[in-house]
């Protein structure tokens, strides 16, 4: 098993992630810790929400305060709910975090169930809890736990390989076409994509470019593939190396044939309506491309823009590390195009988008009358604050997703000043 710890500033990023999945029934919550309990048993994002506000509002300074775990089975593994819940109370015990408020969902979108647990790292005083050798000790918690429930085991190979595929390429340390090896031989065993510009969006996350050339052999137009290695701000440095000095697979043949069984794949993805639900809400409740970026990046996806020499916005790619799915703005709705964008971010043309408001209701809004009415409008202010600095590729996928990246994946926290004891709420 191979647990993901990721940190951000943004709660209501990583209740919204999960508590779409549950309203698109891909997910349900397994239990909560600590977490008010409503009169249907059923929960809007703000409900949720509540139970963490006093940690937060204590909080003295600690600014990644929301944490995002998950805890992923080798795919063979079986697990009930039972024993789901079991392992997420052992190991939030272990990690110190056990009389923290938190919720455990069950993600069911892909074949491979697996728990994620959302909570915060500052106590009821607003002090931080340590995380000293945090990943050793998650790690430990984990052996324990596969031994003592009979899980398949995660060897260090597998770790390690896993922790190298998601490693940005480096110019400056040399060996760049070892590098850039360990990033393309694998990321098809990762995520699905559909086109060459897909791709070419993907690979810029990991400092890679591609290029198509064509020439004249032996009387005949071939084609063929370049790779490119790239510096932060996306421009060449080194030379490009040919596809075939990195196999078969690397080459436009091969990537061919991939798009078309990536294309059948997602055709009904059940991670696509999630997707556009996140970046419907993100164009309506935030003001600029940066904010933009920011509030998708701590739910786990990315934004790729492609512009021209006049700055106008002509394409753009959302990449979603949870799903491992990589989707042109246009391939979600005719809503998420370039232009629409562009008219947004360039021209100030603020897109009107129907199913934005009711989706925006839908989340906001308390589903019973537990709560004030007024109470979820001022949760959703607070909860969506800016953090003060824009965060890098492997920040942002730690806001969501762990330190160490998993085969899927596939990624924070607030109520009254609980004396409570410890409950459990079942769904």
């Known amino acids: 098993m191979i647990a ?10 990583a209740l919204a992630y999960n508590q779409l999945k549950v309203e698109n029934e891909k997910g349900e919550i397994l239990f909560g810790n600590k977490i008010i309990e409503t009169a249907s048993g059923n929960y809007s994002i703000a409900q949720l929400a509540q139970s963490f506000t006093p940690y ?26 039972d024993r789901f819940m079991e392992m997420a109370d052992a190991y939030m015990q272990e990690m110190g975090y056990g009389e923290q408020p938190y919720v455990v969902f069950k993600h069911t979108d892909i074949d491979r169930s697996h728990i994620h647990i959302v909570s915060v790292c500052v106590d009821e005083q607003g002090k931080k809890i340590s995380d000293s050798y945090e990943k050793m000790r998650s790690m430990n918690v984990c052996r324990e736990l596969e031994r003592k429930y009979g899980l398949i085991p995660a060897t260090d190979k597998e770790q390690k390989q896993i922790d190298k595929v998601f490693r940005p390429v480096d110019y400056k340390a040399g060996d760049v076409k070892s590098q850039i090896a360990s990033v393309i031989r694998h990321l098809a065993n990762y ?16 400092n890679v470019g591609t290029e198509k050339v064509e020439g004249e052999l032996q009387g005949k137009i071939r084609q063929g593939l370049l790779y490119i290695p790239l510096n932060e701000k996306g421009e060449r440095a080194g030379h490009p190396f040919k596809a075939s000095v990195f196999g078969k697979n690397a080459g436009l043949p091969a990537l061919e044939l991939y798009y078309a069984k990536c294309k059948k ?17 993100a164009l309506q409740s935030t003001s600029g491309e940066q904010a933009f970026k920011k509030q998708l990046g701590e ?27 990589v989707w042109n703005g246009s391939r979600l709705g005719k809503d998420f195009s370039a232009n629409t964008f562009n008219d947004y971010w360039n021209n ?3 897109p009107e988008i129907t199913e934005a408001l009711e989706l925006q209701s839908k989340m906001i809004k308390s589903k019973d009358t537990d709560l004030p009415e007024e109470e979820p409008d001022h949760l959703f202010d607070f909860l969506n604050t800016a953090e003060k600095h824009e965060d890098g590729l492997i920040e942002v996928l730690g806001g969501l997703l762990p330190e160490a990246q998993g085969e899927d994946s596939e990624e924070q926290n607030f109520a009254n000043r609980m004396k409570k004891k410890r409950k459990r709420t079942k769904r």
């Not at 937060?56 to 709910?81: C, F, G, Q, Y």
């Not at 995520?191 to 993907?202: D, I």
């Open 348 to 350: 100030n043309i603020k």
């Open 191 to 206: 995520y699905q994509f559909q086109t060459l510009g897909e791709f070419n969006a993907l690979l810029s996350l990991f």
């Open 4 to 13: 993901k710890i990721g940190r951000s500033a943004n709660l209501y990023g």
């Open 299 to 325: 739910q786990g996806i990315n934004v790729v823009l492609r512009r021209n020499e006049t700055g106008r916005i002509y394409g753009i790619t959302f990449i979603d590390h949870n799903s491992k799915t």
């Open 265 to 281: 794949a997602l055709k009904n993805h059940p991670a696509k309506p999630t997707i556009k639900a996140a970046v419907t809400i």
């Open 56 to 81: 937060l509002i204590a909080n003295r300074n600690t600014e990644k305060h929301t944490l995002h775990i998950s805890l992923n089975p080798d795919p063979k593994d079986k697990v009930s709910d």
